[in-house]
């Protein structure tokens, strides 16, 4: 887990409170918010490009990472907080659900499978796969 730098200020809440409940975006004042999502896209990057299914240690390291290039791209540097550290590695099944969604049918054209999803088409795609 990213340890707290003493020397940066937290991101700043959207109206000054601490919130409550699952960590989003919108919790923050809206140039964070800006942030925290240009970070979550390059958390994406991570996983679709290096590793599908990395460990913790990993996850953490990227997080880290993600936050960094944004801060220093933006010239805005706050704190990695628990929370946005949270906000970025949950976004691994969603970044692989994409990845998914955009290969399958690159994959379907490259192996010459049926995409009709009857029965018929999933014999049919058996046949030619074993």
């Known amino acids: 887990m990213p340890s ?14 601490a919130p409550t409940g ?9 140039h964070i918010n800006k942030m925290i999502v240009l970070a979550c896209h390059r958390y994406d ?19 880290v990472r993600a936050w960094a290039e944004i801060c220093a791209s933006a010239q805005l540097h706050h704190t ?6 949270m906000m970025l590695t949950g976004r ?14 690159l994959i379907a054209t490259a192996y010459g499978f049926a995409t009709d ?10 046949e030619r796969y074993t």
């Open 22 to 30: 699952k960590p989003k975006a919108s919790d923050y004042e809206s």
């Open 80 to 85: 990695l907080t628990d929370r946005i550290r």
């Open 45 to 63: 990057v991570f996983i679709t490009t290096e590793n599908p299914f990395p460990e913790a240690k990993t996850q953490d390291a990227w997080a």
């Open 117 to 126: 999803g009857s029965e018929r088409a999933k014999l049919k795609n058996l």
């Open 92 to 105: 691994g099944s969603h970044a692989r659900g994409t990845l998914r969604n955009k290969t399958r049918p």
């Open 4 to 17: 707290k730098d003493k020397h940066l200020p937290d991101p700043p809440f959207f109206n000054g409170s």
